[in-house]
């Protein structure tokens, strides 16, 4: 059983995951995601309900979008290690 170009194959789906995270922005979606968690943990932002709530579905799809691209990359990554220990 050849592994290299399992391996092969493994490094251009990590190469496409960093590309999907560029062309949806992942850094810039992180930084947002931490401003939003912020804003949220605001006991004031509850007086103006309508506000909450924009946040709140603006998290839920900004947190879609990192949980995506997170999982993507440690799935690889988690199939590398075990092709690796079948070595």
């Known amino acids: 059983f050849e592994i290299n170009p399992l391996l ?7 190469e496409r995951t960093q590309t ?3 062309i949806f922005d ?5 930084e947002r995601l931490v401003e939003v ?3 949220s943990e605001d006991p004031a932002i509850w007086d103006n309900p309508e ?8 998290r839920a ?4 979008v990192i949980d995506t691209i997170d ?12 092709v690796t220990l079948a070595q």
């Open 8 to 14: 092969n194959t493994l490094d251009d789906m990590a």
């Open 20 to 22: 999907i995270g560029g």
């Open 26 to 30: 992942y850094d810039q979606k992180a």
């Open 37 to 39: 968690n912020r804003e």
């Open 51 to 58: 506000k909450a709530q924009t946040l709140g579905k603006e």
């Open 61 to 64: 799809a900004l947190q879609e």
């Open 71 to 82: 999982k993507l990359s440690q799935g690889i990554e988690d199939v590398r290690a075990w």
